[in-house]
């Protein structure tokens, strides 16, 4: 991106929550907290202050599959940035004290999670449709894990997982002249000397969907929830992830869509309702959610389900594709405006082993045409497919 001004350094790795074996429930995400406390050669707080003084910012992230750190910085300050991130990221101190003090901010981050009551839906959603994979765990983990683990084991979990080809570097914005050489006096270098051999295999066996229904009531929730997950591909097979993408679009994305039109534009029975495809390497979701008044919950659901239903009754029209693909097309290219977007999502894929053009995806959407859509995906989104989960405000006292 030669008219960025800004040089953006992303470094991915396959540590996510699924890679934690039992016991290690929320050391993926505690140990992103930890890196930031010191490592081999700087203390708790010096890396910020250097990056800063650099001209830039840092931030981090855990998801299921994997955890990324990435700097912003200007192109002139490149080297010097990189140096900083590798040297915090694969040789974190890990010290006790800041472990204790960390945990304890941990702790604090769960029970706050826990306190909210949209998050504390979709999260029982999760565990029920996933069942015992990780999928179905909160990325934050058990408490009780994190409260008897120590650094020891963290610096097993970490050893384990950011080596050698479970790392992957992304650069996006003004590339610094000299990137070559930069890199090869790196750290890099050193992960390049690992084989697979040498890496941890994954331990998540493939995502196992569980159909079936569930109410619950949830304390403070401000309006009742109708929430419809179905499984999907996994994320290597994009052909199918990008026709799960055109589908809810085409059914849930704007006032033009089949389900927004029908509910909230003429029936008027729903506040909001939307459907996305969550794309995960071991197995993807769709979720469907709809938040209306409780009295309408019953009339809701029994539109929901018609829909679905009759959606297999004719092919869905070409003018409803052309929106639906421009849609997803817009998605995408205005996703990637700033450095740190293109760095992330290059990251991610080369990480996963599926280096590409980052517009590539948008390759397989002429291949969905409306009979094979009609034919091959929305089968998958019918009610009988689902797990669907009912979330009521409690009364009070109740």
Request: glycine fraction near 6%; charge should be negative.
């Amino acid at each position: 991106m030669p008219d960025a001004p800004l040089t953006c350094l992303d470094l991915w790795c396959k540590a996510g929550s699924s890679s934690e074996q039992k016991g290690e429930e929320g050391l993926a995400h505690f140990l992103e907290h930890m890196v930031f406390k010191g490592s081999s050669q700087m203390e708790a707080g010096e890396f910020d202050r250097k990056i800063e003084a650099l001209g830039g910012s840092s931030n981090a992230a855990t998801g299921f599959d994997d955890v990324h750190f990435h700097v912003l910085v200007p192109p002139t300050a490149a080297r010097a940035a990189l140096d900083l991130l590798l040297n915090l990221v694969l040789t974190p101190a890990l010290r006790s004290e800041a472990y204790a003090m960390e945990r304890d901010v941990v702790l604090e981050e769960i029970a706050q999670y826990r306190d909210q009551p949209d998050d504390q839906v979709l999260q029982q959603l999760l565990e029920a449709c996933c069942e015992d994979h990780p999928y179905g765990r909160a990325i934050l983990g058990f408490e009780a894990s994190l409260k008897i683990s120590t650094p020891e084991q963290m610096r097993e979990f970490h050893s384990r997982r950011y080596r050698g080809p479970n790392c992957c570097l992304a650069i996006a914005g003004a590339i610094p002249i000299g990137l070559e050489e930069i890199l090869n006096n790196s750290r890099l270098a050193e992960l390049n000397h690992q084989t697979m051999e040498d890496i941890d295999p994954a331990i998540s066996p493939t995502l196992s969907f569980q159909k079936g229904r569930r109410e619950i009531q949830v304390p403070r929730l401000e309006s009742t929830r109708l929430l419809m997950t179905w499984p999907m591909p996994p994320a290597s097979n994009q052909e199918m992830v990008m026709g799960a993408d055109l589908a809810t679009t085409l059914l849930a994305e704007g006032r033009r869509s089949r389900l927004v039109h029908h509910l909230r534009e003429e029936l008027q029975i729903v506040e909001s309702i939307d459907m996305d495809v969550t794309v995960l390497e071991q197995g993807s979701l769709v979720l469907l959610e709809a938040c209306c008044n409780e009295k309408q919950l019953d009339r809701v659901e029994k539109e929901i389900h018609h829909l679905l239903q009759t959606s297999l009754e004719s092919t869905p029209k070409n003018q409803e594709i052309e929106r639906a693909s421009q849609l997803v097309s817009n998605g995408l290219c205005f996703s990637l405006e700033a450095p740190s977007q293109v760095a992330g999502l290059a990251g991610n894929q080369a990480l996963w082993n599926r280096p590409q053009s980052l517009l590539a995806p948008l390759d397989h959407l002429p291949a969905w045409t409306p009979t094979r859509l009609l034919e091959q995906m929305l089968p998958l989104l019918q009610p009988e497919r689902s797990f669907t989960l009912v979330a009521r405000p409690m009364e009070a006292g109740e």
